[in-house]
């Protein structure tokens, strides 16, 4: 093929115009220049925050109440002996359990950029607006030394990421959950005079003595708010005899007496249960 002067002189100007046109292009406006990298750790920032609330919704469950939703806080079970003085009964050992919730015992990660150092080198060309007649100055990145066979720009970032204290928020959290832990008893098994656990039977004899023990206790508290009801009823009776002779309500004291007579019979009956069972055992187990 003839070489043809013409042709190659236009392909080297659409070549050096192509080129131009992206040397061009590659220029933005200083200021956005400067403020990408900035735009960019506040961007990193919030999505490190997005996922602490992520990490906290994982450790539960959404129920939607309305427009509202509710992150029910998973829990785990864990048991554990605990021994506990009965005074003159000796000793037992109580099997107790607790709920405690993830999020008081899991630590929640809170990563932030707590600096950042950011290194580049710019091109800076100044650009007039043909219509307005405003000049700007524009930037593009350019590496700091540059290779005769490559022209790319060059950019590194150099980030330090730190842990940060956790916020009040959370550790007012995590102290709220940790307080209100609540034990919730299992079993209970005495410790024989030998200081072994107690047997299947003695510990028969332990539960079936604090039920009676604890229907006494109830009673009891049954027998006082009687009294107490009477004696207010007694007070009110006499102010309003005092202030009314022919209208004065009277309350039916007899049947009152006679539910404290019952419940001080079913007192009486729990109680010589309680001290014919720890008898019959002692005698025939010697509490060994």
């Known amino acids: 093929m003839p070489y043809k002067k013409g042709s190659a002189k236009g392909a080297a ?21 400067v403020y990408a990298p900035l735009y ?9 925050r997005a996922q602490i609330i992520d990490a906290i919704k994982s450790m539960g469950s959404s129920k939607q109440n309305g427009q509202e939703e509710t992150i029910h806080l998973n829990n785990i079970n864990i048991a554990y002996d605990q021994i506990r003085s009965e005074g003159e009964g000796g000793y037992s050992v109580d099997n107790l359990q607790v709920q405690v919730p993830l999020l008081s015992i899991v630590p929640v990660s809170n990563l932030n950029v707590e600096k950042a150092e950011i290194d580049f080198s710019t091109e800076i060309k100044a650009v007039e607006n043909e219509e307005t007649g405003v000049t700007s100055i524009n930037a593009r990145i350019c590496a700091p030394s540059q290779r005769d066979s490559d022209f790319l720009p060059k950019v590194s970032y150099k980030l330090q990421i730190a842990s940060i204290p956790a916020t009040e928020g959370i550790l007012r959290l995590t102290d709220a959950l940790s307080a209100n832990q609540v034990a919730k008893k299992l079993d209970t098994r005495p410790i024989a005079v030998s200081g072994d656990i107690g047997s299947d039977e003695q510990k028969s004899v332990l539960i ?14 049954l027998h006082q708010k009687i009294s107490d009801m009477m004696a207010e009823q007694e007070r009110l009776h006499q102010l309003s005899k005092d202030a009314f002779e022919e209208d004065t309500y009277e309350f039916d004291r007899d049947k009152y007496l006679m539910a404290q007579s019952n419940i001080v019979n079913r007192i009486m009956e729990y109680q010589e249960e309680i001290m014919n069972m720890e008898i019959r055992y002692g005698l025939e187990k010697d509490y060994a």
């Open 13 to 33: 100007e659409q070549e050096e115009k192509k080129s131009g046109e992206i040397m061009d292009n590659d220029f933005i406006p200083l200021d956005d220049l």
């Open 40 to 48: 960019a750790l506040a961007q990193s920032n919030h999505r490190l």
């Open 208 to 221: 079936e003595s604090k039920k009676l023990k604890a229907k006494i206790g109830r009673l009891k508290q």
